[in-house]
């Protein structure tokens, strides 16, 4: 679909940047940053699970 992974934004380089990919840098960033933000809360509700369960 085009999109790059987390791994290939954060690595980008500079000179993109300057070459006026900030658009999709930015929106890539931020599609990076919501999969992100999503494993995080699932982790934490697994983890908030297992706790719950280990009383």
């Given at each position: 679909?085009?999109?790059?992974s987390?791994?290939?934004?954060s690595?980008?380089k500079?000179d993109e940047?300057l070459?006026?990919w900030?658009?999709?840098?930015?929106?890539?960033?931020?599609?990076?940053?919501?999969?992100?933000v999503?494993?995080?809360k699932?982790?934490?509700?697994?983890?908030?699970?297992?706790?719950a369960n280990?009383?």
């Open positions: 679909m085009g999109f790059k987390c791994r290939e934004i690595s980008g500079k940047l070459n006026g900030k658009t999709q840098l930015w929106n890539g960033n931020l599609a990076c940053l919501k999969e992100k999503s494993h995080w699932i982790s934490n509700a697994i983890l908030l699970k297992d706790s280990n009383d």
